[in-house]
Structure formats: C-alpha cells, structure tokens
DNA sequence: AAAATGATCAAG
DNA sequence: TTGATCATTTTA
C-alpha cells in the first residue's frame, strides 16, 4: 500500500475531503498495526469558513499547527472527553482540515476492540464491532489516538494515509456537515462526504 | 432527551 | 481569572 505524499495534501480542503474516501488509515502502534478505510469526512475551509476552527484567521496554540505545511495531523479534544483526527491540508498559512468522521476496520481489530471496550476479540458483540469506528470521537478512541499523536506528519513512519490496494468502486453521498449550528449560512454547505451505504458511516 | 466532562479561549 | 462553549457518545 503506497503512502500518500505530502503533495496530496497540499490541495483545499474541498479538494481533499473527498479524495480521502476509500484510502486507508495507518497506525502503526505496538503491539498491533491498526488499518480502517476512510468512509466519512468534512471538509474545513479555513479563514472564510465560519465551521472552522480558523475562521477569521484565528491563531491559537490549539489551531496553530493548521497554520502550518499540509500533511500533518490535527487532534484536538472535544466535549471534554473525546478526540478528533484531522489531516492539516494546504500550504502555510492557509489554514485548512478534513475531518475524519468514520472508519472501517480493515486490520488489528483486536487493539481497536482492547482500546475501545477493554474486551478481547472473541467479547466483543457485533453490535459493538459495527460502533467500533462509526464517528470521529469513536474512531480516535479506537485508535488510541488523543493529544500526544497531535502534529504527528502523515508522511512519516507511525500515523499515515495509504492508497487503496482497490479499485474505486463507491459513489460519493454529500451533506451538510455534523454538528456546527453555530456556523451560520456555512452549516449548511454539503462539506461533508460519505461513501454510499457503507455500514461506518456515522448517519446516513 | 439529557448527562458526562474538561480543555480552550475571549472577555474582563 | 472566569465562564461559556464545544467538528461527541452513551444511556435512558
């Protein structure tokens, strides 16, 4: 599986966003590599993007690394108590995300299922393995992902993105994006991306 | 429908 | 220093 280069990220983020569906997510994490296919993401546009963290240019020491060159990852926790993973895409100073919002296990489900439920393998109930990854705060906890993987570089050997060893065979469903009413008139653009009837996706 | 739960950040 | 907010999940 090829790893993504660094010039796929050096795109808007509406052009990433989509693009990352169907790609597979990496971490290579002991005692078990941990693989899942990417099937929902958000876009954030950055400074004119009133869903963004970067809205309006704000810089903070949270939303600094956004600022900076694409291809690294953003993870910032949320209601106190969960993570979420962005890509940082565009070039610096042009501060832009996709958000990755669902998964599907492909590879070390026994460490996802230990991270995420304490149960072996053999535990866990279907019902739990189909909520293993199906939003972006279950598939950090998942991952085991949280603040000190923030910054990781995509392109480097721990956390990264991969092409799919398969052809492209989904279509692409769009919707307005999860969760940010407070975004005015941008909560309504259809920035989020999902792959059609996959099973992870957080909501049809 | 509502609780859980704490970092973050703008305002004072 | 403080208080409102929050790109969520779970349980009821």
Redesign the pocket.
């Known amino acids: 599986m090829k790893k993504l280069s660094r010039s796929f990220y050096n795109r808007t983020s509406l052009e990433v966003a989509p693009d990352l569906l169907g790609k597979y997510l990496v971490y290579d994490a002991p005692p078990q590599r941990m693989v899942a296919r990417i099937v929902e993401t958000?876009a954030?546009m950055g400074v004119t993007d009133k869903?963004?963290?970067s809205y309006g240019g704000?810089r903070?020491?949270?939303?600094d690394i956004l600022f900076g060159p694409p291809g690294y990852a953003y993870i910032?926790?949320?209601?106190?108590?969960?993570y979420?993973l962005?890509a940082v895409v565009n070039a610096r100073e042009i501060p832009q995300?996709v958000?990755i919002r669902a998964l599907e296990p492909v590879q070390g489900l026994e460490s996802m299922v230990y991270n995420?439920y304490g149960l072996t393998n053999d535990a866990a109930t279907k019902k739990q393995i189909a909520?293993l990854t199906s939003?972006?705060?279950?598939?950090c906890r998942a991952f085991n992902l949280t603040?000190e993987q923030n910054g990781l570089d995509l392109c480097g050997k721990t956390l990264w993105i991969a092409q799919s060893p398969n052809p492209q065979d989904f279509r692409i469903l769009t919707s307005p994006?999860?969760?940010?009413d407070?975004a005015m008139e941008a909560a309504q653009y259809p920035w989020r991306y999902y792959i059609e009837g996959n099973p992870y996706v957080?909501r049809p």
């Open positions: 958000e954030y869903g963004a963290h704000r903070t020491p949270r939303t910032y926790q949320i209601y106190g108590m969960y979420c962005n995300a958000l995420r909520n939003g972006p705060g279950k598939l603040k994006r999860i969760n940010i407070y957080s």
